[in-house]
């Protein structure tokens, strides 16, 4: 699953109606037993199903065993399926290199905000792996990820006392580290600007990661969002990639904390910003939003409206968690288009 393919499934649920069946969804964690991950659905799908009358049940009872038979032919770390009997039926499975927060919901609508968070918290970046003789230019997407590219710096010691002098080769060497530098960089600006990345994490061992950083145009290093100082070796890959992902998540987590910042700032001054659930729902209905905030604590039935609403709309949604300036809030802020004033209605802010 990458990131324009997870972006076009959460506007597809975002934007299916209602019918008289529920819609089961079901994000699952599968980095426990399968057995413990199939016995945990189907004794909430056992209690669930009494709560509806008996037609819907009938639909639950047909969602319900189609995730079921097909929880075992998942692969990755979590998985997120959405399912529907009835007229008409719907069916979406989808797989993640993360795993999920396991959470079952029945309801009129698919619940989409943990994909949501998922899309915002684990956006597409880069990460520079570098030692002496290579560099490794990896693209993370979902928590998955692909080398782009290898380069690899030819030796030199062997010609040392056959066909150069120690100073000789000293110097070439010097000559060569630069170079090998700008070629790095080269690759590391060519990927990000046709990928669309904004974020950089450089990992390596302190020395190196400390040339590459120092050696970064400005348009690049501010771009840098973390570091990862340690020994790389070709096993470990998979180790220095987890420990990229939870750098960027930690500066994900910062941004959108000083994001929130600047949104009670626009608030207090009067500007184009608002806080609060019925506020935003209101600006959401009358298109004036540029960018929903929404708290992780929010309770569900509202967390749900508004982030359905603004991917119908293609807003941009900063999913924000354990922030207490947003919560004390009501759990949900949006920065303006226009004040409601200029349709003939009280400013919001």
Not at 61 to 85: N, V
Request: aromatic share 6%; hydrophobic share 40%; proline share 5%.
């Amino acid at each position: 699953m990458d990131y324009a393919k997870l972006n076009k499934h959460i506007h597809t649920l975002a934007c299916l109606p209602e019918t008289g069946s529920p819609v089961v969804s079901a994000y699952l964690d599968l980095t426990g037993n399968m057995p413990g991950i199939l016995f945990t659905f189907r004794q909430w799908a056992s209690a669930v199903r009494r709560t509806f009358p008996h037609g819907a049940r009938e639909d639950f009872d047909e969602a319900a065993t189609r995730i079921a038979d097909h929880i075992p032919l998942l692969r990755g770390r979590g998985a997120a399926i959405f399912c529907r009997a009835g007229e008409p039926p719907f069916f979406l499975p989808l797989s993640f290199a993360l795993p999920m927060e396991p959470h079952f919901h029945a309801g009129g609508l698919p619940v989409i905000y943990p994909l949501v968070e998922l899309k915002d918290r684990f956006n597409r970046f880069v990460i520079a792996i570098v030692d002496t003789s290579s560099a490794r230019i990896i693209e993370v997407n979902l928590g998955d990820y692909s080398v782009e590219l290898i380069t690899d710096r030819p030796a030199l010691r062997e010609r040392v006392g056959r066909e150069w002098s120690r100073q000789h080769y000293q110097n070439h060497a010097r000559d060569r580290e630069r170079r090998f530098l700008k070629e790095k960089i080269a690759v590391i600006e060519s990927l990000m600007a046709k990928r669309g990345h904004n974020s950089l994490i450089i990992a390596g061992e302190p020395r190196h990661v400390t040339r590459l950083k120092e050696a970064l145009p400005p348009h690049l290093a501010q771009r840098v969002v973390g570091e990862v100082r340690q020994g790389f070796s070709d096993h470990r890959l998979a180790e220095i990639v987890s420990h990229a992902i939870d750098s960027f998540t930690r500066a994900e987590c910062e941004d959108a904390h000083d994001a929130v910042e600047s949104l009670m700032l626009a608030v207090r001054a009067g500007g184009l910003a608002t806080v609060g659930p019925e506020s935003v729902s209101r600006a959401l209905g009358e298109h004036r939003v540029e960018k929903l905030f929404v708290s992780s604590e929010l309770d569900l039935e509202t967390r749900e409206e508004l982030v359905r609403d603004a991917t119908r709309q293609g807003i941009p949604i900063e999913t924000v968690q354990h922030c207490e300036l947003l919560d004390h809030n009501g759990g949900a802020g949006a920065l303006l288009r226009y004040h409601a004033a200029m349709i003939g209605e009280p400013v919001s802010a």
